[in-house]
């Protein structure tokens, strides 16, 4: 161990052993030299800015931990170990402009500037890359005593041909003041621009809270010949002959005490890598922080909806998942191929050690990250129908109807084809299995139809989008589904509208239309409009988007 003291009468030792002061001569041990000459203290607005410089003359076990520090009142009051160098450079804290240098065309304003333009270095070359360098690196705690430390790199490019920037990070080292926990080992994270590289790895479980210290290597680079970083002047990182930069050996502390708890996940970003088109898959690449030390589970959505786990009956899927880490997760997904347009992914569980252990304010879901499927046209029907799937992809609806879909004979044992279709824009609709089954399936129309005692009028079924459009119908209404029915309330009452809902469903009725229902048989709809909706008390919709997907009658 090499102790080394100072003051602050610029008083410098090594305990014990050699005094000396700062600016002045070099002082020695067996375990390490002072170069007090090359050592500075000076005091600063906040304290004391304090560099000294070390040589060890025997070989180190291990040459990337740091050296750790803590200080000592007059009074005799110690203060926390922290590893010496981890506020030498702070998140964000590096800078790279366009020409000319200070004109404020890029980036930020560096450290202390508080928007003013930051000191230009010696010799500024000309031909400066635009954008804001971003390195940082974190550490969670899970329940179960594992660390998760992960380092990030991204660019934020600005100005003309500011893009092309290539962010790498890789030699992650975890430590406590006992010696290293965790490393990455020989692995490289490369992104691209805004996009985030990301570098986990994680120690062995079974750690006590306490400060620990993440360590790692960052290159920021950019292809453009003579393309070169400019840096906020006087830090530690440098330029390379190409004009990239190189922050090597940056050093982040985190105090760690408390609680042990698992954290909430948070997505960053969705790749799909081939773009995902209607009826295809696709392999997601999901990118954040906090997923996990095991795999957990994903839930998919149509974008915006909540929860995200598939109970609202979007048409894309999970079929397997190939890798999960604290920040990655990859898995493939599958779109039917009646899938179109915005969708979102959320992780919806994360293995933990012991389970997800909360602190009452984390909790094992995510944001929604969003991803898009992209339209693959169904062979042409050659006829009326192609016009209408046509109306599907212009007003935006998730959902891309097959020609075998589509029919113009579609019945039930209670209603007709021209019930169903009673706006009679086309003589082409999409009427979805639950309202042709039997009343004996113990669902759908029918069912709903002999619970409520008579036959009933249809005020509206299906609807092609321009339709849906020219009433004011919702954008997303299951009308154009083929799945949702609207019977007329015939007199306009509160007492009507219930009992309908609650012959819809029960669970609905109360969930959605905000009405109790007393224990009865029901058709097992998915959804029930309250009366504060489109229909108010002159109809009661009630749909089945849950039932049956894709499955059409004809």
Known sequence: MCQVDWYPNQSIDIAGIAYGTFRTGTLASMYCNVYTSESTLTQTTQGYDVSIVVSFPQPLPN??????????????????????????????ELL????????????SSGIGSSGDNPVAPPNLPSNTCGGDINFNSL?????????????????????????????EVQNGHLTSRSGELANSGSATAM?????IALLPFNSSPGNAGGIYAVIGDYYFSHPAPFCNVVLNYGFPAFTNESGGASIKGYVRSFDLSGAQVDPTPSIYSVTLNPPLVSGGTSTATITGINFGLAAGSLGLCYSGDDPCDGSDGADVSVTGITSWTTSSITATLNAAASAVGPYDVQVTSVGAGLGFQSNGTT????????????????????????????????????????CSWYTQTAHSAYYTFSQFNVHGSYAWALVKLPSTTSQSSGYGL??????????????????????NAQIGGNPRSRHMFGDAVDLNNATHSLAEYTQKACAASVAAAKTYGGVTCASQPDASADYVEPTTLACHLNCVHADWRNHNRNQYSQ
Request: charged share 10%.
């Open 63 to 92: 040459t990337l931990l740091p050296a750790w520090a803590r200080g000592t009142t007059a009074e005799g009051v110690t203060g926390d170990w922290v590893p010496v160098g981890a506020h030498i450079v702070a998140y964000d």
């Open 96 to 107: 790279a402009q366009e020409p000319p240098y200070g004109s404020g065309g890029g980036g």
């Open 139 to 167: 550490l969670n705690q899970y329940s179960d005593g594992t660390l998760a430390a992960t380092l990030t790199a991204s660019t934020d490019p600005v100005g003309s041909g500011a893009a092309g920037w290539v962010n």
């Open 191 to 195: 992104s691209m621009d805004t996009e």
């Open 363 to 402: 909790t094992a879901q995510s944001n929604h990250g969003t991803f898009q499927v992209q339209t693959q046209m169904p062979a042409p029907c050659g006829d009326q129908r192609d016009t209408i799937t046509q109306e599907y992809i212009t007003y935006g609806v998730q959902l891309l109807p097959q």
């Open 446 to 467: 029918d069912r709903w139809t002999q619970l409520i005692g008579s036959l009933q009028t249809i005020n509206s079924a299906y609807r092609s989008p321009a339709h």
